[in-house]
């Protein structure tokens, strides 16, 4: 399985489990996607 967390809190538990990590607003990651 692949787990993408995003999460504007770096501490955030769910970075122990995902395979990637995004430390910033879900908004900015999907505008930067978009690009």
Known sequence: DT???V???PEAP???VA???ACLD???L???LEA
Do not use: P, Q, R, S
């Open 7 to 9: 999460n504007t809190d």
């Open 26 to 28: 879900i908004f900015e």
């Open 14 to 16: 769910i970075f122990n």
């Open 3 to 5: 787990i993408i967390a």
């Open 30 to 32: 999907a505008e930067a």
């Open 19 to 21: 395979t990637y990590g």
